[in-house]
T-cell receptor, first 109, second 114 residues
């Protein structure tokens, strides 16, 4: 099975940086994904990691260490519109895609 | 490219009634997922199809939930009979059957059981 853990809530100030950690245990590995979900909306894809290291995509970066079962999502230059839930998801064997409970990020002025 | 289509968007039913949800995935996507998302929680995988075969349904409450994907395209998820705790958003997602490709989600169906 898959077990995915991430913090429940984080709060940061507009313009700051926030790092959301995710630890996982999985049988088989076919990628780690980060999704953003605004209240009342469907999850939208942000980034994925296959190999160890940092993937940068504008203000968002994601890091993966497969040996440690660890990833983080880094949000830079926070904007009010970044207030949302951030979901860590792992695709294991058979392409089974499992999600963590999500981290609610609140950006304050 | 058209996205994942789901209907209805909202549904209110009384407990013990039946309900069905429909999903049309992105064309060419072999993998289809149904998730249940209770308010304040992450999506919970109910069932995963690859084409018209079930890959994983270990978390599907089979005494009341059923799903099918005829011809490997559209899918329906049914609940019969519904319970109060089934109130949630039901999300459908689809994926190319290739590694390291992201899943795309539909808008979901918000079910309220009263």
């Amino acid at each position: 099975g898959q077990n995915i853990d991430q913090p429940t809530e984080m709060t940061a100030t507009e313009g700051a940086i926030v790092q959301i950690n995710c630890t996982y245990q999985t049988s088989g590995f076919n990628g780690l994904f980060w999704y953003q979900q605004h209240a009342g909306e469907a999850p939208t894809f942000l980034s994925y990691n296959v190999l160890d290291g940092l993937e940068e995509k504008g203000r968002f970066s994601s890091f993966l260490s497969r040996s440690k079962g660890y990833s983080y999502l880094l949000l830079k230059e926070l904007q009010m519109k970044d207030s949302a839930s951030y979901l860590c998801a792992v695709r294991g064997g058979d392409y089974k895609l499992s999600f963590g409970a999500g981290t609610t990020v609140t950006v304050r002025a | 490219e058209a996205g994942v289509a789901q209907s209805p968007r909202y549904k209110i039913i009384e407990k013990r009634q039946s309900v069905a949800f429909w999903c049309n995935p992105i064309s060419g996507h072999a993998t289809l997922y149904w998730y249940q998302q209770i308010l304040g929680q992450g999506p919970k995988l109910l069932i995963q199809f690859q084409n018209n075969g079930v890959v994983d349904d270990s978390q599907l409450p089979k005494d009341r939930f059923s799903a099918e994907r005829l011809k490997g395209v559209d899918s329906t998820l049914k609940i019969q009979p519904a319970k109060l705790e089934d109130s949630a958003v039901y999300l459908c997602a689809s994926n190319l059957n290739r590694p390291y490709t992201e899943a795309f989600f539909g808008q979901g169906t918000r079910l309220t059981v009263v």
